[in-house]
Structure formats: C-alpha cells, structure tokens
C-alpha cells in the first residue's frame, strides 16, 4: 500500500474501533472489553502496515480511550491510578505490536525470497534443460561424425545449435527482466517508436512465415521503452507460434486513448487451471519433462511489462486458440 492508503486504512480502522466502542459503551461494556477491542485495532493495523502506522494507531488508541471512556468525560486528564496504568499499558503493547510487526513483515519477505528461488529453479531446470541437451546433442554428433556427414547434415545440426542458442539468449533475457519485475526495479526509458519499424523489428526476429500482421498506418508512433516493449510483443507472438501449428495473427488498432494489439493463434488455448493466474511469474504447468508444457515465463514478463507501461493485457480462450489483447496508453 502506499502512504495514502496506510494513512486511509489506519484512520479507517481506528475510527472504526472507537465508533463501535462508544455504541457498545452504552450497553455497559465494561473499559476492560474496550480497551481490548482498541488494542486489536492497533494490532490489526501494526500487522497489515508499518512500524509508524502502528505507534500512530496505539497513540490514537491510547487518547481516545482516555477522552472518551474514563473519568472525567470528554477531557485527557486522568483521574485515577489505574487509568494511568491503562494509558501506559496501551503505549507499551501498541509498541511491541509494531516491533512485532517488523519482525512478522522481514519474515514475510525472507519467505517471498525463498519461493521466489524456488520458482526460478524449477523455471531454469524445465525450460533450459532442453535446449541444451538439443546443443551438446548436436554439437557431440557433429564432432564424432563430421567426416560421415553430408554438407546438407551439417548444416541442418548447425543451424539447430543455432536456433538452441537463440531460445536461450531469449529465455535468459525473459529471466533478467522478470527478476527486475519481481523485486519492482524495471526501469523504463520511454521514446516515441514508429509502429511500422517497431513490428518489422519484430518479424525479423521471429523470421516465421505463419506469422500475418496488419498495421493501422504506417505514420503512427507509441510512446514506450523500445527494447521492453518489443521484447513483450515478442514474447507473445513467439509463444503463440510454439503452441499453434497454423497462422498466427498480429493486428494492430487505435482508439482516443490507447493503442491495442491483438495476437490470435489456433493452438489448444489455456486450461481452466490456467486462466486462473496466467501471469504468475516463474510458474510452469508443466507436468512431466515432455511435450510443450504450459505458457511459460514469457507471458509473465510481458505483463509486467506492459502493466509498468500503465497498459493492460488479456487472455480470451477462442475456438479454437487463444487471444492475447494487450492495450497500450497513448500519450503525449
């Protein structure tokens, strides 16, 4: 939450608390059951914000209760011995609720580290495994049988080494940039790219004749960090060729206030499972070491992507295949 809302949570909650402690006051609440009910306003807000909103919430806390439930009313005197002890127990317990709330907080993101290491392992360990047994593979064969191969051979087992080493570069690219996603330090560098050289940038790469792309004029520019931005169309178009055996599409379109491209493919689509979280970074819904596997870590970079551009992006299932729908702001 940013400050704001820490600021908006924590007054709404202790508002709260104090509002109902006044109600139930007048059904004879006795100042022991309030001053519970304030203390876990302030544990609720120490564990779900900061150190600071926390001691802020036990200072509110500890006023309140003393201008509205002891003697005398409506003042921040304290008549009684026991009043005081009230005041300063509710000041010491919202300061170990906030230390407390450091302690479970560093522990949270020590875990959030360890499954992010957990997931990138089980990433690397299913989608650079093949690669690379396809390049030593290929590499070992040519070597034993160089003098036994025909020209044509060769070729085919070179262009395959290289092809393997493309999809790695690609998938160590994909792997940078969703570190930098996960830990919130993507930076972007925005320009203004002309569409047409930006998508012909694109068909280079992918160097597919199955891919079909219809561009909205050869004049307009989108405003966004270049390699991120290509890299994220990439990662789509590229995914939906892996997983389509026909043509895939790429078109592109314009309103008032955003550009949107579309990719549509004729593969299997996304299961139920899926759709649930289909941009969960590092998570395959690979269930054995063969076959194609799920949608993979791209997805989840062009997301992130595409969100820190303010975009928004879509999976619709469509019969058959899948559409990706990626919208981009237009701006000045």
């Known amino acids: 939450m940013t400050q704001f809302k820490h600021g908006f949570y924590t007054l709404f909650i202790m508002a709260s608390a104090i509002l109902g402690c006044l109600a139930l006051s007048h059904w004879f609440l006795p100042l022991g059951g309030i001053l519970l009910i304030l203390q876990l ?21 500890a006023l309140s209760f003393n201008y509205f439930f002891t003697a005398p009313l409506y003042s921040f005197q304290i008549a009684e011995i026991e009043d005081s002890i009230n005041f300063v127990v509710f000041i010491l317990v919202a300061i170990l609720m906030s230390e407390l709330a450091v302690y479970v907080n560093a522990q949270q993101h020590a ?28 590499v070992e064969t040519y070597t034993t049988y160089q003098d036994k191969l025909e020209e044509i051979e060769k070729k085919a087992l070179l262009q395959g080494v290289y092809d393997e080493g493309k999809r790695l570069y690609i998938y160590v690219e994909n792997l940078l940039q969703a570190t930098r996603i996960e830990h919130n330090a ?7 790219i002309n ?29 966004a960090s270049e390699s991120l931005f290509e890299q994220a169309l990439f ?7 892996t997983f389509s055996d026909d043509a895939v599409s790429l078109t592109v379109s314009k309103t008032d206030t955003k550009f949107e491209f579309e990719i549509q493919d004729t593969g299997k689509g996304l299961s139920k ?7 969960q970074l590092f998570q395959t819904s690979r269930s054995s ?44």
């Not at 990662?235 to 060729?241: E, G, Q, Y």
């Open 289 to 332: 070491d063969s076959g194609k596997g799920g949608i993979g870590l791209g997805l989840s970079v062009t997301a992130g992507i595409v969100h820190a551009h303010q975009g928004d992006i879509k999976l619709v299932n469509t019969t058959p295949g899948l559409r990706v729908c990626i919208s981009m702001p237009i701006r000045d």
């Open 195 to 223: 569409l047409t050289s930006l998508l012909a940038s694109i068909e280079s790469r992918i160097n597919n004749r199955r891919l079909k792309v219809v561009n909205i004029s050869s004049s307009e520019c989108i405003t």
């Open 111 to 138: 875990l959030q580290v360890v499954k992010t290491q957990s997931r990138i392992l089980r990433s690397v360990s299913h989608d650079l495994r093949t690669p690379l047994s396809t390049i030593i593979g290929s």
């Open 273 to 279: 499972e899926q759709l649930k979280a289909p941009f």
């Open 186 to 192: 993507l930076v972007l560098n925005l320009t203004r």
């Open 235 to 241: 990662n789509v178009i590229d995914n939906a060729l």
């Open 41 to 61: 306003a302030c544990a609720i807000v120490a564990l779900t914000t900061s150190r600071f909103y926390g001691l802020l919430a036990g200072l509110a806390g």
